[in-house]
């Protein structure tokens, strides 16, 4: 192998090690998803759930891909499928909604107004922290919030920033934090409620469908070593010729 070839090579490692140092975006569609379908656990990473107040304290349970049609609330003219949650019946909510000024009360100490009024929160956990998240709605929704928090359970003091299209009807929930410290994120309306159709990110890659598949950094280490074992070996043999 030629120096340039080696040096080609070497680049070549080097550009695969900083990519897998580097986070990289992944976004959480609904609507690839069947109506119906249980997708809180369905990602490598992040895990969603549905977040309410009982008496006891949090209660968790499953979050659905939720199919529409135009004529529902928080669908666009596409039937856009929504995240939502469901009742022991069955019946399907899309809606996160919370009562203003008890929330963030209730994050922090459990008492009775927390749960005698309904109050349903989308829950974003993460295994490994991001410093954004953003909840895209196709549909204006009333005083959406979100809470984040780091791995130790500390409420972070970052306030969302909304964007709305008026051209569109659609809006965006943004949470960023330099620290890159965001574990956990609750979302709901303040006072109000939410409706969420995709969710993006910062994280290693999701290994299930229907993300973009980035290659683990284990496997572009793998990669890295067998091509530098090529190059060392087709060099050897260079030699051994000589």
């Known amino acids: 192998m030629t120096s340039k070839s080696w040096l080609a090579m070497s680049g070549l490692c080097l550009l695969l090690a900083m990519s897998a140092a580097q986070p990289h975006p992944i976004t959480i569609d609904a609507s690839s998803y069947a109506p119906g379908a249980v997708v809180g656990g369905a990602y490598e990473g992040i895990t969603l759930s549905h977040v309410t107040f009982t008496e006891t304290g949090l209660q968790t349970s499953a979050v659905y891909a939720l199919g529409c049609t135009p004529e529902t609330r928080g669908c666009d ?75 130790a359970g500390n409420l972070l003091p970052l306030t969302p ?58 496997t572009l280490a793998l990669m890295m070593i067998g091509l530098i074992g090529v190059a060392v070996t087709t060099r050897l043999r260079r030699r051994t010729h000589k």
Not at 97 to 104: D, F, P, V
Not at 125 to 148: G, M
Not at 186 to 197: E, P
């Open 161 to 218: 920033t909304l964007t709305i299209d008026s051209l569109l009807g659609h809006q965006s929930l943004r949470l960023t934090s330099n620290e890159g410290n965001i574990s956990r994120v609750l979302l709901a309306g303040n006072d109000g409620y939410s409706i969420v159709n995709r969710i993006s990110y910062n994280g290693a890659a999701a290994t299930a469908a229907p993300t973009t598949t980035v290659p683990e950094p284990e």
């Open 77 to 151: 003219a596409q039937g856009t499928a929504m995240f939502g949650w469901q009742k022991a019946n069955g019946k399907a909510f899309t809606s996160w909604n919370s009562s203003a000024g008890l929330i963030s009360d209730c994050l922090q100490q459990h008492h009775a107004d927390c749960y005698s009024q309904p109050q349903h929160l989308l829950e974003v956990t993460f295994d490994r922290a991001t410093d954004f998240i953003q909840f895209d709605a196709t549909q204006v929704t009333d005083s959406p919030w979100a809470w984040a928090f780091d791995a």
